[in-house]
């Protein structure tokens, strides 16, 4: 069974995380691991999530359609799982590969369909006044051809969804692109624009997101400032003639060969704030990775990297910027190492005295040696979730981090304070903790027992 089922997904924003932190890192709230999971369903491959709803993709699960036809189980605030699969979906089609959700709205990228010629597909699925889901639409490229990977990155937002197909040829061998539909208030999607990128590139769309009239699209083989470096484009809705049009394009300010800049890319909900990952960046160790915020000049226009992001640890290979999610001032960065690490994530925040600041990092608590925790980050309000496709057999696992919750330290009954109110918590909850609902405020030291040792955690936190 779900070991999320009962839960209430706590999203008051905190106040100021940093001024919170007691721990150097946390682990998770729970683990979310959808009904009915097997070994090689990869569940953790794409995950999204907006308020208390979250979507996790399992692209190789054979629920529906046979061997790896893929799926997205969709999790609401009362803990009801709602599993989706496509209508005429096939083996091998990977339904799941890349997910995004907005309110509600849902889109999911099947990048195999049809398994004959492996163009690719989005479907996007409405969620109706009974809070059930219902398939929408199916989104395929015009022209499309073998193995374009359409659906290999999906955004959305209440009128327009943008699905990338980062091996298509249309602008030469792996050239990549993007493709924007708009909803017609009624109906119907209907595809309204190709991207077209100012310079050539190669695996243009790997990544895509959405923010207000603003599109970003990452192209980490764009080899314009070396071999590999990366590259992403920022579009934006010109309103004159509903025309997107080619605002920026972005690079990082020590950008070098092989950074793969752009392998992921978020947008702020305002379209004013970005975030770029660089997996091989070597800024904190070699291919350790990195990330990079930009801020747009409302009065112009203009983008400038605010800051770059290294992870606080020296590892190599961390491949940190492999996802990146970023939700008002807060930025979770997923970095899913190398084989012999399970694989972490970070959370930063930005200040008014020191700009961006690490502030935690997100580790497990079973966490297996190539398990790619952090593989995909999704963060919304106080909440972070991480995937972990290969976790458990490469059945696959999402890790949900309740920061509210999980960062405050001795503050178990979360007023600001830490007195004899919270020494009270840990009495009215004594004895065992259960896994579900959410583990109870007493137990400050997350063993699932609330006793001796969580008095002092608040003791030792009072002082």
């Known amino acids: 069974m779900n070991t999320f089922t009962a839960i209430t997904l706590s999203l008051t924003c905190l106040t100021s995380i940093g001024t919170a932190l007691a721990v150097d890192s946390i682990t998770e709230t729970e683990k979310v691991v959808p009904s009915g999971g097997m070994s090689n369903d990869s569940a953790g491959w794409s995950i999204a999530m907006d308020g208390a709803t979250m979507a996790i993709g399992s692209p190789r699960d054979n629920n529906s359609g046979g061997g790896d036809a893929g799926s997205v189980t969709v999790i609401d605030a009362a803990g009801n799982e709602h599993l989706l699969t496509a209508s005429n979906g096939n083996v091998f089609e990977n339904l799941?590969?890349?997910?995004?959700?907005?309110g509600s709205l849902l889109i999911a990228g099947a990048p195999l369909?049809?398994?004959?010629?492996?163009?690719?597909?989005?479907?996007?699925?409405?969620?109706?006044?009974?809070?059930?889901?219902?398939?929408e639409a199916q989104l395929v490229a015009p022209n499309g051809q073998w193995s374009d990977f359409f659906?290999?990155?999906?955004?959305?937002?209440?009128?327009?969804?943008?699905?990338?197909?980062?091996?298509?040829?249309?602008?030469?061998?792996?050239?990549?692109?993007?493709?924007?539909?708009?909803y017609d208030g009624c109906c119907d999607w209907?595809?309204?624009?190709?991207?077209?990128?100012?310079?050539?590139?190669?695996?243009?769309?790997?990544?895509?997101?959405?923010g207000e009239d603003r599109i970003i699209?990452?192209?980490?083989?764009?080899?314009?400032?070396?071999?590999?470096?990366?590259?992403?484009?920022?579009?934006?809705?010109?309103?004159?003639?509903?025309?997107?049009?080619?605002?920026?394009r972005l690079v990082g300010s020590d950008t070098a060969a092989f950074d793969y800049f752009g392998y992921a890319v978020d947008l702020n909900v305002d379209g004013d704030l970005a975030v770029v990952g660089a997996i091989y960046n070597d800024a904190a160790a070699p291919n350790a990775g990195a990330a990079y915020v930009y801020r747009r000049n409302r009065s112009d226009d203009t983008w400038t990297e605010q800051e770059q992001l290294v992870p606080s640890g020296d590892e190599?290979?961390?491949?940190?910027?492999?996802?990146?999610s970023i939700d008002g001032s807060r930025a979770a960065i997923g970095c899913y190492g190398y084989p012999d690490s399970p694989g972490h994530g970070y959370l930063y925040e930005e200040t008014t005295e020191d700009g961006w600041v690490e502030v935690v990092k997100l580790v497990t608590t079973d966490g297996e040696n190539g398990a790619r925790v952090g593989y995909k980050a999704a963060l919304s309000g106080s909440n972070?979730?991480?995937?972990?496709?290969?976790?458990?057999?490469?059945?696959?696992?999402?890790?949900?981090?309740?920061?509210?919750?999980?960062?405050?330290g001795g503050d178990l009954n979360f007023?600001?304070?830490?007195?004899?109110?919270?020494?009270?918590?840990?009495?009215q909850d004594w004895g065992e903790c259960p896994d579900t609902p959410t583990p109870c405020n007493g137990d400050a030291d997350r063993n699932e027992l609330v006793d001796v040792l969580d008095l002092l955690a608040v003791l030792e936190a009072w002082n």
């Open 96 to 102: 799941g590969y890349s997910v995004d959700v907005s």
């Open 113 to 135: 369909h049809p398994i004959a010629t492996r163009e690719g597909a989005a479907y996007i699925y409405r969620r109706h006044n009974n809070g059930n889901w219902v398939e």
């Open 151 to 182: 659906g290999c990155s999906v955004a959305i937002s209440e009128t327009t969804a943008v699905v990338g197909a980062y091996l298509s040829d249309v602008e030469g061998p792996s050239s990549g692109t993007a493709w924007v539909y708009e």
């Open 190 to 210: 209907e595809l309204v624009q190709r991207l077209v990128p100012s310079s050539p590139t190669v695996k243009f769309g790997t990544s895509v997101a959405l």
């Open 217 to 248: 699209v990452g192209s980490p083989r764009d080899n314009i400032d070396g071999l590999s470096a990366g590259s992403a484009y920022i579009f934006y809705l010109d309103r004159s003639d509903n025309d997107w049009e080619e605002e920026h």
């Open 316 to 324: 190599a290979w961390q491949k940190f910027g492999s996802s990146v």
């Open 384 to 408: 972070v979730l991480l995937g972990a496709p290969w976790q458990d057999d490469e059945a696959g696992a999402a890790y949900f981090y309740d920061l509210e919750r999980s960062m405050q």
């Open 415 to 427: 007023d600001g304070r830490i007195d004899i109110f919270d020494l009270l918590v840990v009495l």
